[in-house]
């Protein structure tokens, strides 16, 4: 276990990563590199991949049947605007031209976003955002090329760039908006906000454990406890809640054990991945996400979403899911069996649980069915709100962790 925490906290680290848990050093030593060895073990670790030409979607030609999305104009083009893509920065007044204008400034030059994590700059002072960093560099690695900033074209790598502690601070103090009681808060204490101090928050009724349905904002709480009848009910009447709480219960029990079972695979890998928005090509354009290429076991592989399934309309539903689905890009003569799924990783803010999901990918089964992507319960009670927060990001930045079971 030790391997893991360790490798996760590691923002030095290269994206994509094989993962051979205890007993293989190669591992442990790649997570403790310093900054300045880390570039060249960042080359010779992609996993046998070197030389293999691909198409991302950051050069080359984009995919057939789509376009990337300019960021700017997907929040201010409204009829296929998929309604929720309105940045925070965007909606800002006129009395807060100054911090907007600020945050402009220390966005990464390469996503627009301002960065909620560690921020990077080439030697020239261009700015990049941790993801958007190391994803340059896996591209640089899988193209067997020297990965290069966008801007200047200057070498890149773990050894040439440096933090820039001072845009990550400033980035923090800047405020941004409660999505409850929509009032501003320095980035850095939203989330204590969000979650313990807005009165506006979404809250549960202390009851809902013995089946009381009530959702209500945090400062109607005192008073829907006071008049709550679930505390009058008899045994008799709370026990089908209790049953449904037990369920739920064995059932994150089940996972945690396959899980465990999972971990004790010789195959492993995780890769932290970004998504980008694209639209399909249809009279209706539609918006889905799709990562660039990454390898693990010595294939190419994809992962491509889409919100609401694709229904028609998702901007006329309050409702709102992620699904997802993994697609191998690369032929294969044996089936390979694997379990897979998506978690938060070091460079996003999502708030996603644990659901795992297989597939058998064969010679001709290369794509998964698309799988709910878990998101916390929002407002409605369907993750929609943090599903909402994702999609007014200009990427969604995740780990998608794999495992081969070996026949
Ligand atoms: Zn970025
Ligand atoms: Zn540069
Ligand atoms: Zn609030
Ligand atoms: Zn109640």
Same mark, same amino acid.
């Given at each position: 276990?030790?391997?893991?925490?360790?490798?996760?906290?590691?923002?030095?680290?290269?994206?994509?990563?094989?993962?051979?848990?205890?007993?293989?050093?190669?591992?442990?030593?790649?997570?403790?590199?310093?900054?300045?060895?880390?570039? +060249? %073990? =960042? #080359? &010779?670790? $992609? !996993? @046998?991949?070197?030389?293999?030409?691909?198409?991302?979607?950051?050069?080359?030609?984009?995919?057939?049947?789509?376009?990337?999305?300019?960021?700017?104009? +997907? %929040? =201010? #083009? &409204?009829? $296929? !605007? @998929?309604?929720?893509?309105?940045?925070?920065?965007?909606?800002?007044?006129?009395?807060?031209?100054?911090?907007?204008?600020?945050?402009?400034?220390?966005?990464?030059?390469?996503?627009?976003?301002?960065?909620?994590?560690?921020?990077?700059?080439?030697?020239?002072?261009?700015?990049?955002?941790?993801?958007?960093?190391?994803?340059?560099?896996?591209?640089?690695?899988?193209?067997?090329?020297?990965?290069?900033?966008?801007?200047?074209?200057?070498?890149?790598?773990?050894?040439?760039?440096?933090?820039?502690?001072?845009?990550?601070?400033?980035?923090?103090?800047?405020?941004?908006?409660?999505?409850?009681?929509?009032?501003?808060?320095?980035?850095?204490?939203?989330?204590?906000?969000?979650?313990?101090?807005?009165?506006?928050?979404?809250?549960?009724?202390?009851?809902?454990?013995?089946?009381?349905?009530?959702?209500?904002?945090?400062?109607?709480?005192?008073?829907?406890?006071?008049?709550?009848?679930?505390?009058?009910?008899?045994?008799?009447?709370?026990?089908?809640?209790?049953?449904?709480?037990?369920?739920?219960?064995?059932?994150?029990?089940?996972?945690?054990?396959?899980?465990?079972?999972?971990?004790?695979?010789?195959?492993?890998?995780?890769?932290?991945?970004?998504?980008?928005?694209?639209?399909?090509?249809?009279?209706?354009?539609?918006?889905?996400?799709?990562?660039?290429?990454?390898?693990?076991?010595?294939?190419?592989?994809?992962?491509?979403?889409?919100?609401?399934?694709?229904?028609?309309?998702?901007?006329?539903?309050?409702?709102?899911?992620?699904?997802?689905?993994?697609?191998?890009?690369?032929?294969?003569?044996?089936?390979?069996?694997?379990?897979?799924?998506?978690?938060?990783?070091?460079?996003?803010?999502?708030?996603?649980?644990?659901?795992?999901?297989?597939?058998?990918?064969?010679?001709?089964?290369?794509?998964?069915?698309?799988?709910?992507?878990?998101?916390?319960?929002?407002?409605?009670?369907?993750?929609?709100?943090?599903?909402?927060?994702?999609?007014?990001?200009?990427?969604?930045?995740?780990?998608?962790?794999?495992?081969?079971?070996?026949?």
């Amino acid at each position: 276990m030790s391997t893991v925490e360790s490798s996760s906290s590691a923002v030095q680290q290269p994206p994509s990563s094989t993962l051979p848990l205890l007993g293989d050093n190669q591992h442990s030593a790649l997570a403790s590199t310093s900054s300045s060895t880390a570039s +060249a %073990s =960042s #080359s &010779s670790s $992609g !996993g @046998g991949v070197v030389g293999v030409p691909l198409d991302t979607q950051n050069s080359g030609e984009p995919p057939a049947k789509k376009q990337l999305l300019d960021p700017n104009a +997907a %929040s =201010s #083009s &409204s009829p $296929g !605007g @998929g309604g929720g893509l309105s940045s925070a920065a965007a909606a800002s007044g006129t009395h807060e031209k100054l911090a907007y204008r600020i945050s402009t400034a220390l966005c990464c030059a390469v996503c627009l976003d301002l960065p909620k994590t560690a921020m990077y700059q080439c030697q020239m002072g261009h700015l990049m955002c941790a993801a958007c960093f190391t994803h340059l560099l896996a591209d640089g690695r899988l193209r067997d090329q020297i990965a290069t900033c966008p801007n200047c074209r200057v070498e890149i790598s773990k050894s040439t760039a440096s933090r820039n502690l001072a845009v990550e601070k400033a980035a923090s103090e800047l405020p941004s908006e409660c999505q409850f009681c929509n009032k501003e808060f320095p980035y850095k204490s939203l989330e204590r906000h969000e979650q313990h101090e807005c009165q506006e928050r979404p809250t549960k009724c202390k009851y809902h454990r013995i089946g009381c349905q009530w959702r209500g904002p945090f400062h109607e709480t005192t008073e829907h406890e006071r008049n709550c009848l679930h505390p009058q009910k008899s045994g008799y009447e709370v026990m089908a809640a209790l049953e449904a709480h037990d369920v739920m219960i064995k059932e994150e029990k089940k996972m945690f054990n396959t899980l465990i079972d999972l971990l004790s695979y010789e195959k492993i890998i995780f890769n932290d991945l970004q998504m980008k928005p694209y639209r399909t090509d249809e009279y209706v354009h539609k918006l889905f996400y799709e990562t660039a290429r990454f390898s693990a076991f010595n294939q190419q592989w994809v992962v491509k979403a889409r919100i609401n399934n694709s229904q028609r309309d998702p901007h006329q539903s309050n409702e709102r899911t992620i699904t997802y689905q993994l697609i191998l890009k690369t032929k294969t003569s044996t089936p390979m069996s694997i379990h897979f799924f998506a978690l938060k990783g070091p460079f996003s803010d999502m708030k996603v649980s644990t659901q795992i999901y297989k597939h058998d990918f064969t010679e001709t089964s290369t794509e998964s069915d698309y799988y709910v992507l878990p998101l916390p319960d929002g407002t409605g009670g369907t993750g929609s709100s943090e599903c909402n927060r994702m999609l007014a990001n200009k990427g969604i930045n995740f780990r998608l962790l794999m495992f081969l079971l070996n026949k």
